[in-house]
């Protein structure tokens, strides 16, 4: 599969999970809820649809895959993610954390709507993933089901993606009364964003391996590689901080440095990043080697996150 | 059983929900958990112990015994619905909500620590509820633990709790150019509440009665007996605030009225809203007669809810 096969691979998984998001964020209740407040299910919709990459959720259909399952089901287990990871993009952008007015070249949903409606927005997003796990349409088997939530839950919260930002807030000193940058060592970075990033990236490759029901080292390689993806996604990211400007980002750029923010392009400089970029990637590709000729596809995403220009 | 004894049961599961609660949120991460940023976990310790009646819980356990169900797993389900509770509550006080600056007598959790700190507690507890029932500790079959976390999520998100804050939000007019409460109508009203504090009340009843293999019929008369609780909830709290001081309540009292929000107390005037009140605990009584002497507990909740005075 060359390039240009992978950026098509790409753009159809992401057609097809705007199709399921767009469904799952329907104005008609679903059995059981007493309504959908208009205000608030426009809010999740804006907040949700028409943008991203979709990175998180080509990891659990192509880890799927690869384990021969796709299908319906697999396409909500991947919108899940995509709800958890659009919540956290709405909570983090809130006035209180982050406070950033653009994402994806529009207005955050605080700026579109209002503070309130943003919390809400972010609170309904992250329960509608468990909800959409749970459901007996995602897979047949509960005990799947089960463990899609397992996995989802333990890297989303206070001791994964949650947890990593709050360690964020504290690293920009926050909760010091200087309020001046943290100086982090590198273990100290690495466990951030570990947990700030790492783990959904992780949990999305080892959600692919349950429900495609890997075995227990195809569950583990996909583990591994989720990790390594991860690093390697994070590295990208502050090279393209560094490097990138605003209108390619559709973001605010340049902004770790100028907050004196610690990262490890900062404590490294570019090119020893680079270099560890391209071992991170390499590694990735070791570790779903074991996998064969289907794991094609997620080297070369490993390849993709670490050469993407936005 | 006399209403003594009844207090005594109250207080006494309410004990064993703070033990476990306190074991849940243990500063030592779970296994798969990077870490336990410590300011985060002792925030979300704090915005969970050492206060509330634990109502929610209390049903769960209440409900899970008339089907013959007690130990660890039941008391875990009952932990995930006190999460989701505190929870609501700490984002519903945040500025942007209600703008609740005490809460069980002590300084909210944005007060205490801040807003990006509360923000993120709500989200991790949220989180967390959903963690706890998916692990295997909660019930030894996956499809039980799947159940409850369908249970808990429909309940919890748009088409539930936080769906009925948004519809709060709205009925004080927080999103028209005038910002008057709106003239809400019986029936908007009736909804309002159902989502926003039925659903939940609901689903810690229906989740007792599926943790306890409960039939359909088991599980049919624990949702209507929820579902009217709630309702008898809803108007016994608005009675509070009308009649009650803030030493009392620990929290702001007679702010409904003082915004000209709409409840059904000043639909109704206080005499008929105690007469429906009592009318709502009768027809609880009687949802659950079906389950015979079983059910007396869930009885008496009924009339405590009806006559707590705080």
């Given at each position: 599969?060359?390039?240009?096969?992978?950026?098509?691979?790409?753009a159809a998984t992401g057609e097809a999970v705007e199709t399921i998001l767009g469904e799952l964020l329907a104005a008609r209740p679903l059995a059981g809820e007493i309504g959908r407040p208009e205000r608030l299910i426009e809010a999740m919709r804006y907040a949700t649809l028409g943008g991203g990459k979709r990175l998180r959720p080509f990891l659990v259909v192509e880890a799927a895959r690869v384990f021969g399952a796709n299908g319906p089901g697999v396409l909500r287990a991947a919108a899940s993610v995509e709800f958890i990871h659009c919540y956290s993009l709405v909570h983090d952008d809130l006035p209180a954390m982050d406070n950033d007015d653009l994402r994806r070249g529009r207005p955050t949903t605080h700026r579109e709507y209002d503070e309130a409606t943003a919390t809400l927005v972010g609170d309904s997003l992250l329960t509608l993933a468990f909800d959409v796990l749970s459901d007996a349409a995602t897979d047949p088997e509960p005990a799947i089901r089960v463990?899609?939530?397992?996995?989802?839950?333990?890297a989303s919260g206070i001791g994964g993606m949650a947890g990593g930002q709050m360690l964020d807030l504290e690293a920009e000193g926050r909760f010091v009364a200087e309020r001046a940058p943290l100086?982090?060592?590198?273990?100290e970075?690495?466990?951030?964003?570990?947990?700030?990033?790492?783990?959904l990236l992780t949990a999305s490759a080892e959600m692919g391996a349950v429900i495609g029901r890997a075995?227990?080292?195809?569950?583990?390689?996909?583990?591994?590689?989720g990790n390594l993806l991860g690093q390697a996604f994070q590295i990208a990211d502050d090279l393209l901080d560094v490097e990138s400007d605003a209108a390619t980002m559709g973001k605010a750029t340049g902004k770790d440095s100028a907050m004196g923010k610690a990262t490890l392009v900062g404590l490294w400089g570019i090119e020893a990043a680079r270099e560890r970029l391209a071992a991170l990637v390499a590694e990735s590709e070791k570790s779903v080697e074991c996998l064969g000729g289907k794991a094609e596809v997620l080297k070369q995403a490993?390849?993709?996150?670490?050469e993407r220009k936005s």
């Open positions: 599969m060359d390039e240009g096969d992978f950026q098509g691979r790409l463990e899609l939530v397992a996995c989802l839950a333990r100086a982090l060592t590198e273990e970075i690495l466990r951030l964003q570990a947990m700030k990033t790492g783990a075995d227990k080292d195809g569950r583990a390689a996909l583990r591994r590689y490993a390849r993709f996150v670490a």
